[in-house]
């Protein structure tokens, strides 16, 4: 249900993170990345968020250099995924500070953590920033 | 060696495989230490599917850390366990997980109740007697495990209707008490309490109220509070708004709740972006199957819509039409529609737009003549992408005429059809199943009137068989009509 995976793709189409919650094989995987990259990258300012692929919807979001991508089945509301969008990078930029693509290369599993405690089983589990960060700022500190 | 294996971890990413390295990663989830126990479960659950070999390697690690006494280890493997856990290994840390959900910790609490879901997915029989505990962990202290538990409870209702309606209450009672902002203020987002729990139960909501006036009833009090209440100024407020809509649109109908609903949607399709007419553009289809009226109200923005240049709101605008096709419209409503099609390069969209044309045709069609050339034109530019049995179901209908004991309309609809095959067929590239249709009516009827030869109607189907000597299908059809042809000629 919801979700299906969560890409962050850079303008040269380089993938930065990607989390599936479908299990897909790397050459499918490459050659999603690569088709839904070029259906977004073509698209400008004026037009929706929202485009359809295939059987499912893609909810994007352009952050700098950085292209946040969501895959999500038919029935989910599109705008509240947007703004979901918005608060995971909320959530890294009060963790790193100004987050920027840099940030998510070299502290990758840091960004894949954040978002384990956000999405389990492609559904949205946890919204609170404190909620999600506590455990990532526990292990910081401790280890 | 965590450096290492977060670099596979890229090295995967970028579509290179280091299946090599798996075992590695299996190992680092061995290590006592925190951060790189929980990266090698990362990288694991990366590369890993539940149905590789590597993950009975898994299976004993997981088995002790969900015992540690450390909070944040079980909480990594709860996560470790979502991804990777089928259901051949579901029994070895079921009874375990079962435990968690009582655990002092309400993170933990929190992952548990995911980890149930998960196992609910993946193999129902074996959690069926648990599914009791989704109920109790609704009424749990902490939000952040009554929130992660509507997930869950949400496939449930999906599937059984009726077994969940006495939740309405409790859901309804929760929904209020997370508008009136009594959630601690860490779930504001954007000053709005809770959204992305507040748009879950109005899910759940729609989904218990559907067809069930008692239900329905007992919620038309909160969802009316939050139109009033919402902000509306920012995309999260809109996004909660629309779902309200949604729900009211499914439920039993209630007059103020569906005027508070067309106010909203007047305000998205008004607005600027793009993204807001799109959501009005879905609530309008929604809301129509309740009150048609509205779809006339909104008429220029709807069109507008159409002429945009954004493909997005074109598609999404056209699903619409395709909600609000009576009789009256049907015909101008499908001649946009096919002229769309022909503008489309995807093909698996226009077999889509193509169906849905047949779709109306077959359902509206005010006049005989309308529908014949409606399919002409359908198969001229999507004749290879249409299902074969709608060839036979347009044959059918000119062969057996429209059940109207009405012999002359039926043979003035099949000269028609003759007329215009015959101007098409001197056209090149004609997809193969509309060759075939064409080359069977002017077979069969293509003398019917008198007003073309017998000779004449098989020139032209020898032309054809000529023009088009590669396609098997079209020979062969092009032989048959020649046969029947030549039968009149004879006679």
Known sequence: MGIRFILMVNKQGQT??????????????????????????????????????????????????????????????????????????????????NVCELDIMFHLEKAHFMLEEMVMNGCIVETSKTNILAPIQLMDKTY | MKEYIIRLVYVEMLGHDASFAYIHAVKMTHDDNLVLKRTGY?????????????????????????????????????????????????????????????????????????????????????????????????????????GATLCPLFDLITIDVNTYK????????????????????????????????????????????SGDKQSSEKMYMVVGDIFKKCDSTSNIGNAVLYECICCVSAIHPNPKLLEQAAQVISRFLKSDSHNLKYMGIDALGRLIKISPEIAEQHQLAVIDCLEDPDDTLKRKTFELLYKMTKSSNVEVIVDRMIDYMISLNDNHYKTYIASRCVELAEQFAPSNQWFIQTMNKVFEHAGDLVNVKVAHNLMKLIAEGFGEDDDTADSQLRSS???????????????????????????????????????????KLCDVAEAYSNDETVKFAGQFSLRSSVHEVEA
């Open chain 1, 16 to 97: 930065r993170l990607a989390q599936y919650y479908e299990y897909l094989t790397l050459e499918e995987r490459r050659a999603l990345e690569a088709e839904i990259v070029r259906k977004c990258l073509a698209r400008n300012e004026q037009q929706c968020s929202f485009v359809e692929h295939r059987n499912y919807k893609i909810v994007y979001r352009r952050y700098a250099s950085l292209f946040f991508l969501v895959g999500v089945d038919n029935d989910e509301n599109e705008l509240a995924i947007l703004e979901f969008i918005h608060l995971l990078v909320e959530t890294m930029d009060r963790h790193f500070g």
């Open chain 2, 42 to 146: 990362l990288a694991v659950s990366l590369f890993l599917n539940d149905d590789h070999d590597p993950i009975i390697l898994i299976v004993n690690t997981i088995q002790k850390d969900l015992k540690s006494d450390n909070y944040l280890v079980v909480c990594t493997a709860l996560n470790a366990v979502c991804k990777l856990i089928n259901d051949e290994t579901v029994p070895a840390v079921l009874p375990q997980v079962v435990e968690l959900l009582g655990h002092q910790k309400e993170a933990v609490r929190k992952k548990a109740i995911m980890v149930l879901h998960r196992f609910y997915q993946k193999s129902p029989s074996s959690v069926s007697h648990l599914v009791s505990n989704f109920r109790k962990r609704l009424c749990d202290n902490d939000p952040g495990v009554m």
């Open chain 2, 166 to 209: 006495d939740l309405v209450v409790s859901f309804v009672s929760i929904l209020k008490q997370v508008a009136e902002r009594r959630l601690p203020k860490t779930y504001d987002y954007h000053q709005l309490p809770a959204p992305f729990i507040q748009i879950r139960l109005l899910k759940i909501l729609a989904l218990l109220g």
């Open chain 2, 417 to 459: 059809a003759v007329e215009s095959y015959l101007r098409i067929i001197g056209e090149p590239k004609l997809p193969s199943v509309f060759l075939q249709v064409i080359c069977w009516v002017l077979g069969e009827y293509g003398t019917a009137d008198g007003k073309y030869s017998a000779s004449y109607i098989t020139g």
